[in-house]
Protein backbone atom coordinates (compact mmCIF):
# COMPACT_ATOMS: atom_id res chain seq x y z
CA UNK A 1 0.00 0.00 0.00
CA UNK A 2 2.59 2.31 -0.41
CA UNK A 3 3.17 5.08 3.07
CA UNK A 4 0.31 4.75 5.35
CA UNK A 5 -0.73 8.18 7.19
CA UNK A 6 -2.67 7.35 10.16
CA UNK A 7 -4.39 9.95 12.41
CA UNK A 8 -4.89 9.13 15.72
CA UNK A 9 -1.91 7.07 15.88
CA UNK A 10 -0.96 7.48 19.65
CA UNK A 11 -3.20 4.54 20.92
CA UNK A 12 -6.15 2.77 20.37
CA UNK A 13 -6.66 1.62 16.87
CA UNK A 14 -4.63 4.20 15.17
CA UNK A 15 -1.33 2.46 17.06
CA UNK A 16 -2.66 -1.11 16.18
CA UNK A 17 -2.95 0.30 12.16
CA UNK A 18 0.32 1.62 12.63
CA UNK A 19 1.97 -1.60 14.06
CA UNK A 20 0.20 -3.77 11.56
CA UNK A 21 1.24 -1.76 8.47
CA UNK A 22 4.85 -1.30 9.75
CA UNK A 23 5.15 -5.13 10.09
CA UNK A 24 4.28 -5.54 6.89
CA UNK A 25 6.74 -3.42 5.74
CA UNK A 26 4.56 -0.18 5.20
CA UNK A 27 6.30 2.94 6.00
CA UNK A 28 4.00 5.17 8.34
CA UNK A 29 3.35 8.42 9.08
CA UNK A 30 1.75 9.14 12.48
CA UNK A 31 -0.30 11.72 12.81
CA UNK A 32 -1.93 13.16 16.48
CA UNK A 33 -1.95 15.82 19.11
CA UNK A 34 0.24 14.44 21.94
CA UNK A 35 3.82 14.68 20.41
CA UNK A 36 5.59 13.06 22.74
CA UNK A 37 3.59 10.22 22.67
CA UNK A 38 3.55 10.05 18.71
CA UNK A 39 7.66 10.07 18.70
CA UNK A 40 7.58 7.39 21.24
CA UNK A 41 5.67 5.38 19.02
CA UNK A 42 7.35 6.04 15.79
CA UNK A 43 10.77 5.10 17.54
CA UNK A 44 9.54 1.90 19.21
CA UNK A 45 8.37 0.94 15.06
CA UNK A 46 11.59 2.05 13.60
CA UNK A 47 14.09 -0.10 16.60
CA UNK A 48 11.79 -3.22 16.02
CA UNK A 49 10.21 -3.41 12.94
CA UNK A 50 13.02 -1.49 11.25
CA UNK A 51 10.78 0.45 9.11
CA UNK A 52 10.05 4.25 8.79
CA UNK A 53 7.80 5.66 10.96
CA UNK A 54 7.62 9.82 10.96
CA UNK A 55 5.68 11.13 13.71
CA UNK A 56 3.33 14.40 12.77
CA UNK A 57 2.00 15.79 16.24
CA UNK A 58 -0.97 17.90 15.00
CA UNK A 59 -4.56 19.06 16.70
CA UNK A 60 -7.15 18.44 13.68
CA UNK A 61 -9.24 21.02 14.92
CA UNK A 62 -6.83 23.57 14.40
CA UNK A 63 -7.04 24.58 10.85
CA UNK A 64 -3.16 25.11 10.40
CA UNK A 65 -2.58 22.00 11.85
CA UNK A 66 -4.47 20.15 9.50
CA UNK A 67 -3.75 22.14 6.03
CA UNK A 68 -0.27 20.74 7.07
CA UNK A 69 -1.14 17.39 7.70
CA UNK A 70 -3.07 17.77 3.90
CA UNK A 71 -0.47 19.28 2.35
CA UNK A 72 1.70 15.80 3.55
CA UNK A 73 -0.62 13.96 1.66
CA UNK A 74 -0.29 15.97 -1.64
CA UNK A 75 3.11 15.10 -1.41
CA UNK A 76 4.18 14.05 -4.84
CA UNK A 77 7.86 13.31 -3.18
CA UNK A 78 6.89 10.59 -0.66
CA UNK A 79 3.45 10.44 -2.00
CA UNK A 80 0.29 8.38 0.66
CA UNK A 81 -0.65 5.26 -0.59
CA UNK A 82 -2.73 4.79 1.89
CA UNK A 83 -5.03 7.27 4.20
CA UNK A 84 -6.46 6.07 7.53
CA UNK A 85 -9.13 8.29 8.77
CA UNK A 86 -8.88 7.09 12.77
CA UNK A 87 -8.78 10.12 15.14
CA UNK A 88 -12.12 10.89 17.19
CA UNK A 89 -13.16 10.86 20.90
CA UNK A 90 -16.52 10.10 22.80
CA UNK A 91 -18.09 13.02 23.67
CA UNK A 92 -19.25 12.29 27.46
CA UNK A 93 -22.16 14.21 27.50
CA UNK A 94 -25.98 14.70 26.51
CA UNK A 95 -26.29 17.70 23.89
CA UNK A 96 -28.82 19.15 25.91
CA UNK A 97 -27.01 21.03 28.50
CA UNK A 98 -23.85 19.98 26.79
CA UNK A 99 -20.62 21.69 26.31
CA UNK A 100 -20.94 23.65 23.08
CA UNK A 101 -16.85 24.12 22.41
CA UNK A 102 -17.20 20.22 23.01
CA UNK A 103 -19.43 19.16 20.12
CA UNK A 104 -17.91 21.54 17.76
CA UNK A 105 -14.29 20.61 18.53
CA UNK A 106 -16.11 17.00 17.71
CA UNK A 107 -17.46 18.12 14.88
CA UNK A 108 -14.16 19.38 13.44
CA UNK A 109 -12.48 16.23 14.61
CA UNK A 110 -14.87 13.79 13.22
CA UNK A 111 -16.27 15.07 10.18
CA UNK A 112 -14.35 18.17 8.61
CA UNK A 113 -10.81 16.29 9.40
CA UNK A 114 -12.18 13.42 7.51
CA UNK A 115 -13.23 15.52 4.24
CA UNK A 116 -10.56 17.65 4.36
CA UNK A 117 -8.23 14.74 4.27
CA UNK A 118 -9.68 13.11 2.18
CA UNK A 119 -9.99 15.76 -0.48
CA UNK A 120 -6.48 16.12 -0.33
CA UNK A 121 -5.47 12.24 -0.16
CA UNK A 122 -8.38 11.79 -3.02
CA UNK A 123 -6.66 13.75 -5.25
CA UNK A 124 -3.29 12.71 -5.10
CA UNK A 125 -4.04 9.33 -5.48
CA UNK A 126 -6.87 9.81 -8.05
CA UNK A 127 -3.74 11.08 -9.95
CA UNK A 128 -1.32 7.81 -9.45
CA UNK A 129 -4.40 5.55 -10.62
CA UNK A 130 -4.08 3.88 -7.06
CA UNK A 131 -4.28 4.19 -3.33
CA UNK A 132 -6.71 3.36 -0.90
CA UNK A 133 -8.65 5.39 1.75
CA UNK A 134 -9.87 3.42 5.20
CA UNK A 135 -12.82 5.59 6.93
CA UNK A 136 -13.31 4.33 11.19
CA UNK A 137 -16.67 4.83 11.30
CA UNK A 138 -19.30 2.96 13.87
CA UNK A 139 -21.78 0.59 14.33
CA UNK A 140 -23.41 3.69 16.45
CA UNK A 141 -23.58 5.47 12.67
CA UNK A 142 -26.57 3.29 12.82
CA UNK A 143 -28.22 3.99 16.01
CA UNK A 144 -29.50 7.47 17.25
CA UNK A 145 -27.26 8.12 20.59
CA UNK A 146 -26.51 11.45 19.33
CA UNK A 147 -23.76 13.76 17.92
CA UNK A 148 -21.30 11.06 17.97
CA UNK A 149 -23.75 9.08 16.17
CA UNK A 150 -24.56 11.59 13.67
CA UNK A 151 -20.61 11.94 12.73
CA UNK A 152 -19.97 8.60 12.42
CA UNK A 153 -23.37 8.31 10.25
CA UNK A 154 -21.72 11.05 8.25
CA UNK A 155 -18.28 9.49 7.36
CA UNK A 156 -20.25 5.87 6.71
CA UNK A 157 -22.37 7.73 3.94
CA UNK A 158 -19.83 9.82 2.88
CA UNK A 159 -17.64 6.74 2.74
CA UNK A 160 -19.98 5.09 0.14
CA UNK A 161 -20.32 8.27 -1.98
CA UNK A 162 -16.14 8.53 -2.17
CA UNK A 163 -16.07 4.95 -3.23
CA UNK A 164 -18.39 5.14 -6.01
CA UNK A 165 -16.19 8.25 -7.34
CA UNK A 166 -12.57 6.96 -6.52
CA UNK A 167 -13.07 2.91 -7.67
CA UNK A 168 -13.57 3.20 -11.46
CA UNK A 169 -10.05 5.57 -10.82
CA UNK A 170 -8.34 2.85 -9.03
CA UNK A 171 -9.20 3.57 -5.45
CA UNK A 172 -10.38 2.32 -2.84
CA UNK A 173 -12.48 3.68 0.50
CA UNK A 174 -13.36 1.36 2.95
CA UNK A 175 -15.71 2.22 6.09
CA UNK A 176 -15.23 0.35 9.13
CA UNK A 177 -17.89 0.16 11.43
CA UNK A 178 -17.06 -2.18 14.72
CA UNK A 179 -18.43 -1.65 18.31
CA UNK A 180 -16.80 -1.48 21.10
CA UNK A 181 -13.44 -2.20 21.14
CA UNK A 182 -10.85 -2.95 24.48
CA UNK A 183 -9.24 0.60 24.09
CA UNK A 184 -8.75 3.51 25.90
CA UNK A 185 -11.41 5.15 24.28
CA UNK A 186 -14.17 4.47 27.14
CA UNK A 187 -11.77 5.88 29.69
CA UNK A 188 -10.91 9.02 27.81
CA UNK A 189 -14.41 9.44 27.00
CA UNK A 190 -15.60 9.71 31.42
CA UNK A 191 -17.63 5.92 30.57
CA UNK A 192 -17.72 3.07 32.55
CA UNK A 193 -16.39 0.25 30.42
CA UNK A 194 -17.68 -2.49 33.11
CA UNK A 195 -20.87 -1.71 32.69
CA UNK A 196 -20.65 -4.09 29.74
CA UNK A 197 -19.89 -8.00 29.86
CA UNK A 198 -16.15 -8.21 28.53
CA UNK A 199 -17.26 -10.85 25.41
CA UNK A 200 -18.92 -7.35 23.62
CA UNK A 201 -15.09 -6.23 23.63
CA UNK A 202 -13.61 -6.80 20.42
CA UNK A 203 -9.52 -6.59 20.35
CA UNK A 204 -7.71 -4.02 18.42
CA UNK A 205 -5.88 -6.23 16.53
CA UNK A 206 -8.80 -7.84 15.28
CA UNK A 207 -10.63 -4.57 14.12
CA UNK A 208 -7.33 -3.20 12.13
CA UNK A 209 -6.80 -6.47 10.61
CA UNK A 210 -10.93 -7.07 9.20
CA UNK A 211 -10.21 -2.72 8.19
CA UNK A 212 -7.36 -3.88 6.18
CA UNK A 213 -8.49 -7.10 4.57
CA UNK A 214 -11.39 -5.14 3.30
CA UNK A 215 -9.42 -2.22 1.93
CA UNK A 216 -7.05 -4.74 0.42
CA UNK A 217 -10.39 -6.79 -1.25
CA UNK A 218 -12.02 -3.60 -2.13
CA UNK A 219 -14.73 -3.72 -0.14
CA UNK A 220 -16.55 -0.64 1.24
CA UNK A 221 -18.59 -1.59 4.14
CA UNK A 222 -17.16 -3.86 6.89
CA UNK A 223 -18.19 -5.06 10.50
CA UNK A 224 -15.69 -6.81 12.23
CA UNK A 225 -16.59 -9.64 14.23
CA UNK A 226 -19.27 -12.36 13.98
CA UNK A 227 -21.38 -10.29 17.18
CA UNK A 228 -21.88 -6.88 15.29
CA UNK A 229 -22.37 -8.04 11.88
CA UNK A 230 -25.94 -9.56 13.79
CA UNK A 231 -26.00 -6.57 15.71
CA UNK A 232 -25.42 -4.66 12.25
CA UNK A 233 -28.34 -6.40 10.67
CA UNK A 234 -30.57 -6.40 12.91
CA UNK A 235 -30.17 -2.53 13.43
CA UNK A 236 -30.82 -2.32 9.62
CA UNK A 237 -33.54 -4.18 9.49
CA UNK A 238 -35.79 -2.53 12.67
CA UNK A 239 -37.68 0.46 12.33
CA UNK A 240 -36.19 3.24 13.23
CA UNK A 241 -38.91 4.16 15.96
CA UNK A 242 -37.97 0.85 17.41
CA UNK A 243 -33.97 2.37 17.31
CA UNK A 244 -34.90 5.40 18.91
CA UNK A 245 -36.17 3.26 21.75
CA UNK A 246 -33.33 0.79 22.34
CA UNK A 247 -30.36 2.13 20.61
CA UNK A 248 -30.80 6.20 21.57
CA UNK A 249 -28.55 7.77 24.15
CA UNK A 250 -29.68 5.57 26.80
CA UNK A 251 -27.78 3.07 25.10
CA UNK A 252 -23.98 5.26 24.91
CA UNK A 253 -23.43 4.38 28.72
CA UNK A 254 -22.82 8.04 29.96
CA UNK A 255 -23.58 8.50 33.88
Known amino acids: ?5 ITGASAGLGAEFA ?21 ELAGKIRNTLGTSAEALPADLANPVDLARVAERLRSESSPIGLLVNNAGFGLGQDFVGGDLERELNALDVMVRAPLVLSHAAAGAMAAR ?23 KAWLRTFSEGLAAELGPRGVHVTAVTPGLIRTEFHERSHVDASQWPGFVFAEPETVVAAALDAARAGRVITTPTPLYKVASAALRAMPRALVRRVAGPSLSGRN
Open 19 to 39: WQLAAEHTDVVLVARNAARLE
Open 1 to 5: MGTAL
Open 129 to 151: GAGAIINVSSLTSLTAQGTYSAH
